[in-house]
Nanobody, 119 residues
């Protein structure tokens, strides 16, 4: 059952920008690491960016300097600002949450949003 809801995907020209947002229930968002993954046709799903509840963000080398991940703990949302987009950024982007307790960790995924970079 999908509990993470993404929005903001679409078609953009190379060099353009898009902003993805993900809304999560407080029970999933609060205190847990959030992230964005992407999957291009014929390729494995890969981590794009991650942000813990506190601490440093993490980015794939291919997006460093172009993408910025942030979280709003009051609104239970995580955002991915994507600038200087390239055709190779074309993929379905998924919001991810890792919810951990003393019993282990569980992964939660959104339904995905398509990002297409093309002229």
């Amino acid at each position: 059952q999908v509990q993470l809801v993404e929005s903001g995907g679409g078609l953009v020209q190379p060099g353009g920008s898009l902003r993805l947002s993900c809304a999560a229930p407080k029970s999933i968002f609060s205190g847990n690491a959030m992230g964005w993954y992407r999957q291009a046709p014929g390729k494995q799903r890969e981590l794009v960016a991650a942000i813990p509840n506190a601490g440093s963000t993490n980015y794939a080398d291919s997006v460093k300097g172009r993408f910025t991940i942030s979280r709003d703990n009051a609104k239970n949302t995580v955002t991915l600002q994507m600038n200087s987009l390239k055709p190779e950024d074309t993929a379905v982007y998924y919001c991810h949450a890792s919810v951990c307790s003393r019993y282990g960790c569980s992964d939660y995924w959104g339904q995905g949003t398509q990002v297409t970079v093309s002229s």
